[in-house]
């Protein structure tokens, strides 16, 4: 029996092929504003781990690599390495996973500028 998580989403899988759920996956990447941020800029072209850190002021390395290999394991990003010997150039971009991830992003964004605008009249204030 395939369990419903918090949102009812049904396991899906990961890049390892271990089973992940989408509704936990989001709740980690999105709870994060360091996430959130590399995958825009991911999105955006930079690939690099040195110009994802230049682009991420107040960004450690070690926050930066433990965020990268978690959308990693969950398919959002695919990291490449090229070369044979050090130094290595490493470079990540959106999986197509990653790119429909994506469109939740812009859709919380969206959703951000309609409240800024005061455009959303169903709104309750918390």
Excluded at 13 to 23: F, H, L, T
Excluded at 90 to 104: N, Q, S
């Amino acid at each position: 029996m395939v369990e419903n998580g918090p949102w009812g989403e049904r396991a899906s899988s990961s890049q390892d092929g271990s089973a992940i759920k989408v509704g936990s996956m989001v709740e980690s990447i999105i709870g994060c504003k360091w996430s959130v941020r590399l995958l825009r800029l991911i999105a955006d072209g930079c690939s690099r781990p040195s110009a994802l850190l230049r682009a991420s002021p107040g960004l450690s390395t070690k926050v930066m690599n433990e965020r990268l290999r978690k959308m990693t394991r969950f398919g959002i990003v695919q990291r490449s390495v090229f070369g044979e010997k050090p130094p290595l150039q490493v470079e990540y971009v959106l999986t197509a996973f990653g790119r429909r991830f994506m469109g939740i992003l812009n859709e919380v964004h969206r959703l951000q500028e309609a409240v800024d605008k005061g455009t959303v009249s169903d709104r309750v204030d918390i």
